[in-house]
């Protein structure tokens, strides 16, 4: 927290509901001073490999108690999201979903972005979600863009110096660097945030 972020993200889903609540506490109470928001979790949100279990879904009841004894500024939520998931997409538990919304009045979090139906961000953001998680595609495209630039070359005849770091039209990672970008424009406008900072 020291090191100038202005939010942090406790995941205590793994601990027991007190001791997630208390050390969320902890948290909130030290982040405050240094001004910084703190995102907490209710709901375990299982990974691709996992068999969704309906005791990692988030309990609305228990997101508002947590929230109102915690004080987080964001809640991330498990209402069918899954993490690392490329080849397909999950289903959102709808009820549960607008459940939470009603009774906690933060923004939510959902984590799995990768996953998560285009088609749906909308519907999701009217019910309360303000922050979308997305790492797997991001690290996908620059592998992806990586392989590709590389099958391209005679690794045997190159100079590897103009392939890695040299700035260069050749320069692998600044090609799988403009992927990545080029991806994350397409996510900020799915999720509606295009130019919404002033530069």
């Known amino acids: 927290m020291r090191l ?36 907490g979790q209710v ?35 498990s209402v069918g999201n899954v993490h690392m998931l490329i080849h397909k997409e999950f289903s959102v538990d709808w009820q549960r979903l607008e459940k939470i919304d009603k009774l906690v009045s933060i923004p939510l979090v959902m984590h799995g972005g990768t996953g998560f139906p285009d088609k749906l961000i909308k519907k999701v ?36 110096q103009e392939l890695i770091d040299s700035t260069s039209e050749r320069d692998i990672l600044k090609k799988a660097c403009s992927s990545i970008k080029e991806t994350i424009k397409t996510k900020l406008e799915a999720y509606g945030s295009a130019g919404k900072v002033k530069m």
């Open 4 to 39: 100038g972020f202005n939010c942090v993200m406790f995941d205590g889903s793994g601990l027991a509901l007190e001791d997630n609540i208390e050390s969320a506490k902890e948290i909130v109470k030290q982040a405050t001073k240094l001004e910084i928001d703190v995102e």
């Open 43 to 77: 709901g375990r949100i299982p990974s691709q490999k996992e068999r969704i279990n309906r005791d990692f879904l988030t309990d609305p009841e228990t997101a508002a108690c947590f929230v109102h004894q915690t004080g987080v500024n964001a809640l991330a939520i």
């Open 125 to 160: 953001i009217n019910k309360g979600v303000h922050k979308f998680n997305v790492g797997t595609i991001l690290k996908k495209v620059f592998l992806e863009e990586l392989r590709k630039n590389l099958t391209q070359k005679d690794l045997d005849r190159i100079n590897p």
